[in-house]
């Protein structure tokens, strides 16, 4: 699988394990930077980038990185068609495959630990979309509202 990823200074040393890590399982990393450690670079250079890149390329996967992962989610999720998924754990980073259909995890490098970010990644790798019709209907009411903006109908229970 072909896996884009960005980040910034306070992830460089995990982006870096990661792109190992992912290039023994076989995958193709493509990296979008950060290229050396910087530590006055600013994530949405590098996390925009790989961002766009997954929107792209379909059928690929993205990992954005940072000091504590949300300002890289936010940024990600403003790429028209990404899902980017904050997760802290393997069952977070499970459920937003399997009911959300995320294609990019987000992880913080100052509250996760090595081997915990790489069981994340595999995990998020792994995992697939349930495809269940209550998470696609979700998703499309999502994809609808950033395609139109106008918000889904309210249900009839409401008033």
Not at 119 to 139: G, K, N, P
């Amino acid at each position: 699988m072909r896996i884009h990823i960005g980040g910034d200074h306070a992830s460089y040393e995990l982006q870096q394990a990661l792109m190992a890590h992912l290039a023994e399982g076989g995958h193709e990393v493509v990296n979008h930077g950060p290229f050396a450690y910087d530590a006055k670079d600013d994530y949405p250079v590098f996390v925009l980038r790989a961002a766009e890149a997954v929107a792209s390329d379909p059928g690929s996967r993205g990992i954005v990185l940072g000091g504590s992962g949300n300002g890289e989610q936010m940024a990600a999720n403003k790429v028209d068609g990404v899902r980017a998924a904050l997760a802290y754990s393997t069952e977070l980073a499970a459920l937003a495959r399997e009911h959300n259909d995320a294609q990019i995890v987000s992880i913080g490098a100052r509250f996760t630990p090595e081997d915990a970010a790489k069981q994340i990644v595999d995990t998020f790798l792994v995992t697939e979309f349930s495809d269940d019709e209550r998470h696609s209907r979700r998703i499309g009411m999502v994809s609808a509202y950033e395609a139109d903006k106008v918000l889904p109908p309210l249900p009839d229970s409401a008033g």
